[in-house]
Nanobody, 113 residues
């Protein structure tokens, strides 16, 4: 059974940083691309960043240069480092396995002064 458990969200002030983590189980993590999505209140869920099994990365234009996705296969974990946070990134952030179609439960990120 595929399980994805996100952590690392919280309430921070503008300009702060957060590192989200997603620990996976139930599949061969190293063989799969992973993604981070987010959903803000009243908006559709949107793709934030992806990382292939080989480590190639891609980002939404809105987060390029501020967010970094990475993975640690030995830990079955994918991370999202978020720097210079702005209020508009406030959302629930979800871990996703595209080839399997599995979602985590999400972690809330709130940026507010």
């Amino acid at each position: 059974q595929v399980q994805l458990v996100e952590s690392g969200g919280g309430l921070v002030q503008p300009g702060a940083s957060l590192r989200l983590s997603c620990v996976a189980s139930g599949f061969t993590f190293s063989a799969y691309a992973m993604s981070w999505y987010r959903q803000a209140p009243g908006k559709e869920r949107e793709l934030v960043a992806s990382i292939s099994a080989g480590g190639s990365t891609s980002y939404a234009d809105s987060v390029k240069g501020r967010f970094t996705i990475s993975r640690a296969n030995i830990m079955s974990a994918v991370y999202l480092q978020m720097n210079s946070l702005k209020p508009e990134v406030t959302a629930v952030y979800y871990c996703y396995v595209p080839s399997i179609g599995s979602w985590g439960q999400g972690t809330q990120v709130t940026v507010s002064s």
